[in-house]
């Protein structure tokens, strides 16, 4: 068994590292019970290295299926003001 606050379980290969080997959600800062995550906020689910792997799939999927623009919600028109 591991400690659940110096090291993980990666559910892609199913190792368990270190959270120094897991990227951090920076905007996830808080626990489902309300508390601070400690020092940046709550891991990701896949390790630094499966969580590569799937953004270099998931982007090589979409060119190969035509999506030029890969960030689509960047790209929305803006609400027009009322002036």
Same mark, same amino acid.
């Given at each position: 068994? /591991?400690?659940?606050?110096? /090291? ?6 199913? &190792?368990?590292?270190?959270?120094? &080997? ?6 996830? *800062?808080?626990?489902? #019970?309300?508390?601070? /995550? &400690?020092?940046?906020?709550?891991? /990701? ?6 969580? #590569? ?20 919600? *960047? #790209? ?8």
């Amino acid at each position: 068994m /591991h400690d659940p606050l110096t /090291h993980k379980r990666c559910p892609r290969c199913g &190792e368990t590292k270190p959270l120094s &080997e897991f990227w951090v959600h920076r905007t996830a *800062r808080y626990t489902p #019970n309300g508390t601070l /995550h &400690e020092p940046a906020g709550r891991p /990701h689910s896949y390790c630094k290295p499966c969580h #590569n792997a799937y953004r270099r799939d998931r982007i090589t999927a979409k060119r190969a299926a035509g999506i030029r623009q890969l960030n689509t919600h *960047r #790209n929305r028109p803006r609400r027009k003001t009322a002036t």
